[in-house]
């Protein structure tokens, strides 16, 4: 076994946990057994910091490269958003993002990689945005603002279903960030 193998395979156990039992749960034991290797080399490539961050990292790009994927036109890949935002696939990403945001505000590298994630994904977002206004699509003013305007409402609504709001289900958020996205574009959607 290389050791760039060895290397990769606590990464890849890394971010299988964190997916499997969230960002607070996972320990180091747990990355040894599934990766393999014993603790000792596990501390000579990574501290543990810089390990959970870089395989949160690794999830959420992830995300950002499945936002747009190969030959989808711009409002294909808005119905996407819509529709996978809220999707209960997506509840291990909602869990993993809210506590990287808590831990964030003591740990500098979970803090470095949520700040890099949320520009990757409201780069791709705006790309789309933008693309969309090009191919008239829609019509936007300002498609950064707009991307900013739908992940707070997104962020906002996932909040509330993580929190069992009473008034709130996967479907009535879907509707909600639609019509957001209506109001912006003066589109049904």
């Known amino acids: 076994m290389t050791t760039t193998s060895k290397r990769d395979r606590i990464l890849e156990a890394t971010v299988a946990l964190l997916i499997e039992q969230g960002l607070l749960t996972v320990q180091t034991r747990a990355v040894t057994e ?8 596990l501390n000579h490539y990574f501290r543990w910091p810089d390990l959970r961050a870089t395989a949160w990292a690794a999830i959420f790009a992830g995300v950002a490269d499945t936002m747009r994927r190969d030959g989808e036109t711009p409002p294909e890949a808005m119905r996407r958003f819509f529709t996978e935002s809220f999707a209960p696939e ?5 869990r993993l993002w809210i506590e990287a945001e808590g831990l964030a ?21 705006t790309e789309i945005l933008t693309e969309g206004v090009s191919r008239a699509d829609w019509a936007l003013d300002a498609p950064r603002a707009t991307a900013l305007r739908l992940e707070a409402m997104r962020d906002g609504l996932v909040g509330l279903l993580l929190g069992a709001d009473a008034d709130l289900s996967e ?19």
């Open 171 to 189: 479907g009535k958020a879907e509707a909600h960030l639609r019509d957001l996205f209506r109001r912006e574009t003066g589109q049904e959607w």
């Open 90 to 94: 997506a509840r291990p990403f909602w």
């Open 105 to 125: 505000l003591q740990d500098p590298a979970i803090a470095e990689a949520v700040t890099s994630a949320r520009s990757q994904l409201r780069d791709v977002l």
């Open 34 to 41: 599934r990766a393999g290797v014993g603790t000792g080399l």
